[in-house]
């Protein structure tokens, strides 16, 4: 078989993949018989040294598949009489349970995104009253009072870096709260596909 006809048997087993997966396989096929003619087989004998289109076809499937095919999912029992029962009458303490573990995650995140608000708010503050005694600055000058201008000029230059700071600060606390919401949802995710 040449390398065209093999391609093309391959794409045609494979045509349940995606446009780009297709592709990949069958570059990396014709890459493959390529490198064989390259070290002096004929292109017949290059596409019998890669294998049967069958076992390309099989390898790309296994290669794109999601793990969950590859495993052997346990079938699920069927409860018992007494197991339901257990169940409804600990469904007090375990509902309870359940429910305080989801208002203390609730509550994290409250907390955390308050915090970050809380940043943002102060850094927000000091950068308007930096505006403001900025704007008092040029008004008590204006009225022939230096020394209080340059005092509340002063004023409104720290103000300005403290402003700066809390705003750094705000900026890592929002990503680390993001962080952290992505890291909640990652370990919902990765405890919901393992139950």
């Known amino acids: 078989m040449d390398k065209k006809s093999f391609l093309r048997e391959v794409e045609k087993g494979i045509s349940a993949l995606s446009e780009n997966e297709k592709e990949k396989s069958l570059a990396y096929y014709s890459e493959m018989i390529d490198d064989r003619i390259e070290d002096g087989m004929t292109e ?20 794109y598949s999601p793990v969950e095919t590859h495993v052997i999912k346990k079938e699920r ?7 339901i029962a257990l169940i409804i009458i600990g469904s007090p303490l375990w509902a309870s349970l359940l429910i ?5 995650v609730l509550a994290l995140y409250i907390v955390v995104f308050s915090v970050v608000v809380s940043l943002w708010a102060v850094a927000v503050s000091l950068a308007a009253s930096s505006l403001g005694c900025l704007f008092g600055a ?3 000058l204006a009225n022939g009072v230096p020394a209080e201008a340059a005092l ?10 403290l402003a700066i700071l809390a705003a750094m ?6 990503r680390g ?10 370990l919902a995710k990765k405890r919901r596909h393992s139950a």
């Not at 305080?100 to 203390?104: D, E, G, N, V």
């Not at 509340?152 to 870096?161: D, N, R």
Request: charged fraction near 20%; proline fraction near 0%.
């Open 152 to 161: 509340i000029f002063g004023a409104a230059l720290i103000c300005a870096g």
């Open 100 to 104: 305080a573990a989801a208002a203390m």
């Open 44 to 63: 017949d004998e290059a596409v019998g040294a890669v294998g049967s289109v069958e076992e390309a076809v099989a390898q790309i499937i296994r290669d």
């Open 77 to 83: 029992r069927k409860l018992r009489g007494w197991e």
């Open 169 to 174: 600060l705000s900026v890592l606390a929002t």
């Open 177 to 186: 709260a993001v962080s952290l919401v992505k890291l909640g949802i990652g």
């Open 138 to 140: 040029v008004f008590v």
